[in-house]
């Protein structure tokens, strides 16, 4: 997997990457007809977008009888984990928590989620520190001043 080829997915490609994973290995009709259902979108559309992600090398294609098949190269998973790693890396490490409680308070999760979670934060709380500092300026340059906005209200 290329990481940077993953950070690279536009949002019109997530939709396709989506229903790829979803379903599989699929001829291109069968993706065409699917996207169609889901949004308004030409079939010259779709077929730049998959020529997009198979030049990216996040699909490949097989001809298959007279029928072109594109797979995935990259597993669901790994390109979500990638994809939020990448912009939690990009946050201040003192706001990293509060973003996750957003997103957990804007997310809906099945009773299995949220007991997941509950057990890895109670594991974590037994070694999280109190304060995390302020990664956005350089070490000998004081966050906590009056205008920072780095600093949690």
Request: glycine content about 4%.
């Amino acid at each position: 997997m290329n990481p940077e080829k993953v950070s690279e997915i536009t949002p019109s490609e997530w939709e396709v990457m989506r229903i790829i994973w979803t379903k599989g290995p699929s001829h291109s009709r069968e993706l065409i007809d699917l996207i169609q259902r889901k949004r308004d979108w030409t079939e010259s559309t779709i077929k730049t977008l998959l020529g997009r992600l198979v030049k990216k090398g996040l699909l490949e294609t097989n001809k298959v009888e007279r029928k072109f098949v594109y797979s995935t190269t990259v597993g669901e998973l790994d390109a979500m984990n990638l994809t939020s790693q990448q912009l939690f890396d990009h946050l201040c490490a003192m706001k990293k928590g509060q973003t996750l409680v957003n997103l957990i308070v804007h997310t809906n999760l099945t009773k299995n989620d949220v007991q997941k979670l509950l057990t890895v934060l109670q594991k974590k709380e037994q070694t999280a520190p109190d304060t995390i500092a302020c990664d956005c300026l350089p070490n000998d340059e004081d966050c906590t001043t009056d205008n920072c906005e780095c600093e949690e209200k």
